[in-house]
C-alpha cells in the first residue's frame, strides 16, 4: 500500500496507521492487501480521469480502479483533496474524517461493494461508519 501525489502537494500525516487499518479491513473479508496505490489530485486532475475513463463530465471526490485477482486487493484510488475538502464543510465533517471516509469508500469498492442502488448506498455508508469508528478506535 503506497500514498502518492498526482498534482497536489498533500501529504498524509497518518499513513502508517492508515495502512494498518486498510489491512484490517481487507483481511476481515479473508482478503490479502496487493498493490494498492492512494494518489491525491486536484479536482482538474481527477475531472479529466473521469471524462477520459469514465465518460463523465463532473467532479468526483474518488475514482477507484481495479486490479484485483483471486484473494488479492489491488488498485488504484484518486482522491480529490479539493472535492475532500468541500464535501467536509458540506458536511461539517473534519477534513481527516472525511478524507478517511473516502478512502475507506475506494477500499471497499475494491472488495466488490457498490453503491449505484439505494440498498447498495444505504449498505456502503454502514460499512463505511462501521470502518471509520475502528479507525478512531485505533487512532485513540
Known sequence: MSFHNADHPYRCPQRRLIKTWLTDVVQSHQKIVGDVSIVFCTDAYLLTINQ???Q???YTDIITFDYC???SVSGELYISI???KDNAKTHKQLFNNELNRVIVHGVLHLLGYM??????QTQM???ENKWL?????LNA
Open 115 to 120: 453503491d449505484k442502488s439505494k440498498a447498495e
Open 56 to 58: 463523465h463530465d463532473y
Open 125 to 127: 455508508t454502514h460499512l
Open 82 to 84: 479539493d472535492r475532500v
Open 133 to 137: 469508528t475502528t479507525f478512531n478506535t
Open 69 to 71: 485477482e483471486g484473494p
Open 52 to 54: 477520459n475513463h469514465l
